[in-house]
């Protein structure tokens, strides 16, 4: 149980372009869903908190009109990284927290962004 | 000062052996302690969750927090090559943000 899958795992994309990204909870509902990115050799990077059929709360320094987060539903959440640039690429993972249970969070496998 | 300090290893260690993993926090507001580990590209994998002070096993796993030093471990033991990961230490205050606090990660490497 708890799985939370990601697609696609990997995308190349020219600078410019827009990427979107899904993050699914495949087997209970989430309310809350977050988004990280993370580089090489560091710990993960929150980026986002996304809560079902509201506005997206964004952390400090990243630009909610570069990277659109829409949560349509309790068990999806998408990531549009908008106008990509080579900056961008990077490990975008996802998380989704369960609406009935523990206070934890399960994550998806990821999506390696590059943006050439 | 960080909210989670974890030492980021490497740490290496013969197949077998007993492997400690420790975080140490400043916020005793966290109530929620996990412990993921997570392969190279990949996302984190929940291991353990353990709330408020105490252990908690599962199979070669046991996670200890203990609140009044701020400090949690994860032991595995009978380590093997496959458990050669990152490990992070998470924690929460139970907070209406659920957002996790996240420890630098551990490299752990288990030598054949």
């Known amino acids: 149980g708890a799985v939370v899958s990601q697609h696609p795992s990997w995308v190349i994309c020219k600078s410019g372009t827009s990427v979107k990204i899904e993050c699914r909870s495949l087997?209970?509902?989430?309310?809350?869903m977050f988004w990280y990115r993370q580089f090489p050799k560091q710990s993960l990077m929150l980026m986002a908190t996304?809560?079902?059929?509201?506005?997206?709360?964004?952390e400090q320094g990243v630009e909610k009109d570069k990277f659109l987060i829409n949560h349509a539903s309790l068990t999806l959440s998408t990531l549009t990284v908008t106008s990509a640039h080579p900056e961008d690429s990077s490990f975008y993972i996802c998380?989704?927290?369960?609406?009935?249970?523990?206070?934890?969070?399960?994550f998806g496998p990821g999506t390696r962004l590059t943006v050439l | 000062q960080k909210e989670v300090e974890q030492d980021p290893g490497p740490l290496s260690v013969p197949e077998g052996a007993i492997v400690s993993l420790n975080c140490t926090y400043s916020n005793s507001a966290f109530q929620y302690f996990m412990w993921y580990r997570q392969y190279s590209r990949k996302g984190p994998e929940l291991l353990m969750y353990t709330y408020s002070s105490g252990n908690k096993e599962d199979g070669r796993f046991t996670a200890q927090v203990d609140k009044s030093s701020k400090y949690i471990s994860l032991f595995i033991r009978d380590s093997q090559p496959s458990d050669s990961a990152t490990y992070l230490c998470a924690m929460s205050g139970g907070d209406s943000s659920y957002k996790l606090i996240f420890g630098s990660g551990t490299r752990l490497l288990v030598r054949p």
């Open positions: 998380s989704a927290r369960p609406t009935s249970g523990t206070d934890t969070q399960y």
């Open positions: 996304s809560n079902e059929g509201s506005k997206a709360t964004y």
């Open positions: 087997d209970f509902q989430a309310t809350t």
